[in-house]
């Protein structure tokens, strides 16, 4: 997946559309971060009145004398109660503004995270097999779980403390400039070195954290793989070797993030020494003034208190324009997955389709993962409503393929699959694939119950008609013996049980479904002889009044068929109606 590189205003475009349902929320979540900036410009202000009008004789400040009756601002005492009391409401005041921003930071945040993983994965499940065999899923995974939650860092934790931190460190300059505009000049001397550091690694560390998603994402993979074919890599003895394929990409990845670390320690040392130097020469240049009388102490003391609080949000933005270059990072690469376009789209004037009758064509279809990699070439038959046709071929040969282009899984590359006389790529794709049962070779199950297992097929549907589905796969009997019966967990894939268990279940599914067209793709290859017969029953049950396709090597499965369609290298070679003579020949054969 190639992703794109975004500057920094395309990216901010794309957020700002992603956020905007959540406009008034961040709104919401900016002004009540922004009431810290009154608060910190008001912190010093206990400290200057306690050294200038109860240490010293300076009257209190003049908006205090304002407010306040005489009594309380020529009383030693009273003033400094006032300013003791002053710090104790600013305190408080700052920890419920910070627990109210906190609180809104964290709801904004986690559901703007929620909508754009949805989305995610909304779109990742439509995108056709084709991406999704050449690019496996970890990688997706990653995107969707790790990678989504770059939206909320920049729109809720990266923009709104960064534009708190401007507008403080803006009102900050205002207020210096006020007491001693030669410190205010002194103070800021330091800016356009922040600004050069900052700008020089911003662009280190979003290359940085590039590599690191890709390194992390492929150490995703690895574990991905192990542990998803975990009965092959103990029957091969390879833990081992498992294991170190992990370490290797593991140590790349920390590798990766030791240079970062070096990257970021390298730009915290130069920022800190820049912003120690601008501290040292306000001193100095501050106890002249106060020295020279142009300053008095309780002023220094209170440029000094503003003079912190000017260079923290100096730091506070070059951290943050560093820290946001890994969720820029993460953002290309949700976005990447995001712009991925679909095989297998819907035309915009798509035809609904309730029940198909069921007759099927192709007409010179192929298909190809590439144009070196021909899997169908020139394929044409005709399958009336109601009929089944066993499909047979060596393996490799397109028989798969061949009814995956029938549900639009894939599209062909060449040629018309008509189904009732109308191309399938007419009809709506969810009403298309709604026509279908499928019951695959290597049954799937989800890691929850039987039950619900059964229900996949139809959402809604009632205990009596899982049973009654049940019944009809030959499955009831075996579920009700188990302890929990149909709310028995069947584990990850269905492992908890065996695989003739899994098929009757998914044969079951199948009845549930009622579709008109069923196919059927290695039924019975992988279970024994007793559980074969059970299954072949429950199939002459399921392909009553159904056009059916069923890809076998066991000719016994296509006792019932009335047409066998030889596929071979992607051709079809053959066509032969079945009558029971040309079965007994060709178990003869056989």
Same mark, same amino acid.
């Given at each position: 997946?190639?992703?794109?590189?975004? &500057?920094?205003?395309g990216?901010?475009?794309r957020?700002?559309?992603?956020?905007?349902?959540?406009?008034?929320?961040?709104?919401?979540?900016?002004? #009540?971060?922004l009431?810290?900036t009154?608060?910190?410009?008001?912190?010093p202000?206990p400290?200057k009145?306690?050294?200038d009008?109860?240490?010293?004789?300076?009257?209190?400040?003049?908006? /205090?004398?304002v407010?306040?009756?005489?009594a309380?601002?020529?009383?030693?005492?009273?003033v400094?109660?006032?300013?003791v009391?002053l710090?104790v #409401?600013i305190?408080l005041?700052?920890?419920?503004?910070?627990?109210?921003s906190?609180?809104?930071? @964290?709801?904004?945040?986690?559901?703007?995270t929620?909508?754009?993983?949805a989305?995610?994965?909304?779109? %990742?499940?439509?995108?056709?097999?084709t991406?999704?065999?050449q690019?496996?899923?970890a990688?997706?995974?990653?995107?969707i779980?790790?990678?989504a939650?770059?939206?909320?860092?920049?729109?809720?934790d990266?923009?709104i403390p960064?534009v708190?931190?401007?507008v403080?460190?803006? @009102?900050?300059?205002?207020?210096?400039?006020?007491?001693?505009?030669?410190?205010?000049?002194?103070?800021?001397?330091?800016s356009?070195?922040l600004? /050069?550091? &900052?700008?020089?690694?911003?662009?280190?560390?979003?290359?940085?954290?590039r590599?690191?998603?890709?390194?992390e994402?492929?150490?995703q993979?690895?574990?991905?793989?192990?542990?998803?074919?975990?009965?092959?890599?103990?029957?091969?003895?390879?833990?081992?070797?498992e294991?170190?394929r992990?370490?290797?990409?593991s140590a790349a990845? +920390?590798r990766a993030r030791?240079?970062? +670390?070096?990257?970021?320690?390298?730009?915290?040392? /130069?920022?800190?020494l820049?912003t120690?130097?601008?501290?040292?020469a306000? /001193?100095?240049i501050?106890?002249?003034?106060?020295?020279?009388?142009?300053? &008095?102490?309780?002023?220094?003391l209170?440029?000094m208190?503003?003079?912190a609080q000017?260079?923290t949000?100096?730091?506070?933005? =070059?951290?943050?324009?560093?820290?946001?270059?890994?969720?820029?990072?993460?953002?290309?690469?949700?976005?990447?997955?995001?712009?991925e376009?679909?095989d297998?789209?819907?035309?915009p004037?798509?035809?609904?389709?309730e029940?198909?009758?069921?007759?099927?064509?192709?007409?010179?279809?192929s298909f190809g993962?590439?144009?070196?990699?021909?899997?169908?070439d020139?394929?044409?038959f005709?399958?009336?409503?109601g009929t089944?046709?066993?499909?047979?071929? &060596?393996t490799?040969?397109?028989k798969?393929?061949?009814?995956?282009?029938?549900?639009r899984f894939?599209?062909?590359?060449?040629?018309?699959?008509?189904?009732?006389?109308?191309?399938?790529?007419?009809?709506? %794709?969810?009403d298309l694939r709604? !026509?279908?049962?499928i019951?695959?070779?290597?049954?799937?199950?989800?890691s929850?119950?039987?039950?619900?297992?059964?229900?996949?097929?139809?959402?809604?549907?009632?205990?009596?008609?899982?049973?009654?589905a049940?019944k009809?796969?030959h499955?009831?009997?075996?579920i009700v013996?188990?302890?929990q019966?149909?709310?028995? !967990?069947? =584990?990850?894939?269905? +492992?908890q049980?065996?695989g003739?268990?899994?098929?009757r279940i998914?044969?079951?599914?199948a009845?549930?479904?009622?579709?008109?067209?069923?196919?059927?793709?290695?039924?019975?290859?992988?279970?024994?002889?007793?559980?074969e017969?059970?299954?072949?029953?429950a199939?002459? !049950?399921?392909?009553?009044g159904?056009?059916?396709f069923i890809?076998?090597?066991?000719?016994?499965?296509?006792?019932?068929?009335?047409?066998?369609?030889?596929?071979?290298?992607?051709?079809?070679?053959n066509s032969?109606?079945?009558?029971?003579?040309t079965?007994?020949?060709?178990k %003869?054969?056989?």
């Amino acid at each position: 997946m190639a992703d794109a590189k975004y &500057t920094i205003p395309g990216l901010y475009q794309r957020l700002l559309r992603q956020a905007r349902p959540y406009r008034l929320h961040i709104v919401g979540v900016l002004l #009540v971060d922004l009431l810290s900036t009154p608060l910190v410009l008001l912190t010093p202000l206990p400290l200057k009145i306690a050294v200038d009008s109860v240490l010293g004789s300076r009257p209190v400040p003049r908006f /205090l004398e304002v407010l306040l009756p005489a009594a309380i601002t020529r009383s030693g005492t009273a003033v400094l109660a006032l300013a003791v009391g002053l710090t104790v #409401v600013i305190a408080l005041l700052s920890n419920l503004q910070d627990l109210a921003s906190s609180f809104l930071q @964290s709801y904004t945040g986690e559901k703007l995270t929620l909508d754009f993983r949805a989305q995610l994965f909304r779109h %990742v499940q439509r995108l056709s097999l084709t991406y999704h065999d050449q690019k496996g899923t970890a990688d997706s995974a990653y995107r969707i779980q790790t990678d989504a939650s770059a939206v909320r860092y920049i729109a809720i934790d990266g923009v709104i403390p960064l534009v708190t931190a401007i507008v403080t460190l803006l @009102s900050t300059i205002y207020v210096i400039s006020r007491l001693d505009g030669q410190l205010t000049l002194v103070a800021l001397a330091v800016s356009p070195v922040l600004f /050069l550091l &900052t700008r020089t690694f911003r662009r280190r560390f979003r290359q940085h954290w590039r590599e690191i998603k890709q390194l992390e994402s492929s150490v995703q993979s690895v574990v991905q793989e192990a542990l998803t074919s975990v009965r092959v890599v103990k029957a091969f003895g390879q833990e081992d070797r498992e294991e170190g394929r992990f370490v290797d990409h593991s140590a790349a990845g +920390m590798r990766a993030r030791m240079r970062l +670390m070096l990257a970021e320690s390298s730009f915290s040392l /130069l920022n800190g020494l820049t912003t120690t130097a601008g501290t040292a020469a306000v /001193l100095f240049i501050g106890v002249r003034h106060v020295q020279a009388g142009t300053l &008095t102490l309780g002023q220094m003391l209170l440029v000094m208190g503003y003079l912190a609080q000017l260079y923290t949000p100096l730091r506070t933005i =070059g951290r943050k324009v560093g820290s946001l270059q890994s969720h820029f990072a993460s953002a290309e690469r949700a976005f990447g997955l995001l712009d991925e376009a679909p095989d297998v789209t819907e035309r915009p004037n798509a035809r609904p389709l309730e029940r198909a009758l069921g007759s099927v064509t192709f007409r010179n279809v192929s298909f190809g993962y590439g144009k070196d990699r021909l899997v169908l070439d020139n394929v044409s038959f005709e399958i009336g409503a109601g009929t089944r046709g066993g499909i047979v071929g &060596t393996t490799g040969a397109g028989k798969t393929t061949l009814v995956s282009l029938l549900t639009r899984f894939y599209d062909p590359t060449g040629g018309q699959i008509l189904l009732d006389g109308v191309d399938v790529r007419e009809y709506k %794709v969810a009403d298309l694939r709604n !026509q279908f049962a499928i019951v695959l070779q290597d049954t799937l199950l989800f890691s929850t119950s039987i039950g619900e297992n059964i229900a996949y097929a139809r959402t809604g549907a009632s205990a009596d008609q899982i049973i009654a589905a049940a019944k009809a796969a030959h499955a009831h009997d075996f579920i009700v013996r188990l302890p929990q019966g149909y709310e028995t !967990q069947v =584990g990850e894939r269905g +492992m908890q049980l065996s695989g003739g268990e899994r098929q009757r279940i998914a044969l079951a599914r199948a009845f549930l479904k009622d579709a008109p067209i069923l196919i059927l793709d290695e039924p019975t290859s992988s279970v024994d002889i007793h559980t074969e017969a059970l299954i072949i029953k429950a199939l002459e !049950q399921l392909m009553q009044g159904r056009t059916t396709f069923i890809i076998a090597h066991r000719l016994s499965t296509l006792a019932h068929c009335d047409l066998r369609l030889e596929i071979e290298h992607g051709r079809l070679v053959n066509s032969v109606p079945l009558t029971g003579a040309t079965l007994q020949e060709d178990k %003869v054969d056989a």
